[in-house]
């Protein structure tokens, strides 16, 4: 099955610099790779995606990379601020279902 | 209106006890899901059902028993509660087809005793 890799596993940024988690996965057949964003006490909740058809996606403050030759991706996030602390997960699927990374805790530091 | 709703939210229980957790989606999605989120996070896939046929069901102990009456619904049933059990339980849903992320519901947090 699928096996996501995710790193660091906690990072720490001051407020206004940028943030970057980055994941691999092992299954090539995977064509769906979502982030999901935990706040503490709260559900995921999914806050970019992007499908193995593109390499890079981008949503204001969050840009997402694919490469699927090396068979990682990224999460990037801008001019982070104090609501940026979560966690937040990498995902991989096919069409069954979604195999998670296990989390990365990012901190911002006012 | 809630897409995914979980119910109870909170589950304080003694060891040896059964106890259910149920879920609802109203999106229309054909597939559901219960995670369990230990305590370090991680989120690890117990079952899964596609329009009320079960096509996921991971290594979990056969206390634990899905149930889907229809694939709006998908309920959890666990039997003689042990202390490891202790975690936050959460159902997801998706619409299969097209193959976009989970919509999750807001998790049980089952504390055993």
């Known amino acids: 099955g699928e096996n996501v890799e995710q790193h660091p596993s906690t990072l720490s940024v001051q407020e206004g610099d940028s943030a970057v988690i980055k994941c691999t996965y092992s299954?090539?057949?995977?064509?769906?790779f979502p982030w999901y964003k935990q706040e503490l006490g709260k559900r995921p909740q999914l806050i970019i995606d992007?499908?193995?058809?593109?390499g890079e996606k981008k949503d204001q403050r969050i840009a997402v990379t694919l490469n699927k030759t090396a068979k990682h991706f990224s999460l990037h996030i801008t001019e982070t601020q104090p609501e940026d602390s979560a966690v937040y997960f990498c995902?991989?699927?096919?069409?069954?279902?979604?195999?998670f990374g296990k989390g990365n805790q990012v901190v911002v530091i006012p | 209106d809630t897409a995914v709703s979980q119910t109870p939210k909170y589950l304080v229980t003694q060891m040896g006890n059964d106890k259910s957790i149920k879920c609802e989606q109203n999106?229309?999605?054909?597939?559901m899901y219960w995670y369990k989120q230990d305590s370090k996070k991680f989120l690890k896939i117990m079952f899964s059902y596609n329009n009320k046929e079960l096509i996921i069901n991971e290594t979990v102990p056969n206390r634990f028993s899905p149930k889907s009456p229809d694939k709006a619904h998908l309920n959890l049933h666990i039997n003689s509660l042990e202390l490891g059990d202790s975690a936050v339980y959460f159902c997801?849903?998706?619409?299969?087809?097209?193959?976009?992320?989970?919509?999750f519901g807001s998790g049980t947090r089952l504390t055993v005793v």
């Open positions: 299954d090539s057949a995977s064509n769906y």
């Open positions: 995902a991989a699927s096919d069409s069954n279902r979604l195999a």
């Open positions: 992007i499908r193995s058809n593109v």
């Open positions: 999106l229309g999605h054909d597939t």
């Open positions: 997801a849903s998706r619409d299969r087809g097209t193959n976009y992320g989970y919509t």
